[in-house]
């Protein structure tokens, strides 16, 4: 008997809890676009009266030294160049280059292109170590230009590696003397 009473007691609160739950049966609802998570956010780093200053961007791509450097490379923004940050580096899509002309055309051999961020840096993160190589034909950069490729490369590691330790990142210039970065002028903004 005490079995039965016990039986019923667990199962009168569970039969209650499914019929009163209020959630009628229904097909798929159109009600919006599909769920979406966090948006991704990188760290670059911009100049502003000559010290590094850290500044979140949203971005489409994973976060990865990679996309963080393009990123970095589009430049300020209209709103952060009112706050008078800029940039010691090449700016992506700023400045035109030379390109192959089509070949059934009489004139220049060249014609302008927009230059893009795979055409001023290449990012290579391995194992051991992150490099950034400079495009042969850029300026040399000065020390606080580097330094913005390194703190934003530094921080892009600890976001996709959060409990890893980041790893050295080495900054090789069109004269292809290679500058190694440690961070130690990196703000957390």
């Known amino acids: 008997m005490r079995a039965v009473r016990r039986a019923v007691l667990l199962a009168v609160p569970a039969l209650c809890t499914l019929v009163s739950c209020g959630i009628p049966a229904t097909g798929v609802v159109e009600a919006g676009g599909p769920a979406s998570g966090a948006v991704p956010t990188v760290r670059v780093y911009l100049v502003a009266d000559g010290a590094l200053v850290a500044v979140p961007r949203r971005t489409v791509a994973p976060v990865e030294v990679e996309s963080a450097v393009e990123v970095l490379l589009e430049g300020p923004t209209e709103a952060e160049r009112v706050k008078r940050l ?5 700016v992506a899509g700023h400045f035109q280059a030379a390109a192959p002309a089509a070949p059934a055309t009489d004139g220049p051999t060249e014609v302008p292109r927009e230059v893009a961020a795979a055409d001023l840096v290449k990012v290579v993160a391995e194992d051991d170590r992150v490099s950034i190589e400079l495009s042969p034909g850029l300026e040399e950069l000065t020390r606080l230009a580097v330094d913005q490729l390194v703190c934003t490369a530094l921080w892009a590691q600890r976001v996709a590696d959060p409990g890893g330790e980041p790893l050295p990142v080495t ?3 069109a004269g292809g003397r290679p500058v190694k970065g440690a961070g130690a002028s990196c703000s957390d903004g």
Do not use: A, D, I, Q
């Open 86 to 90: 800029t940039t010691l580096l090449p």
């Open 171 to 173: 900054v090789t210039g």
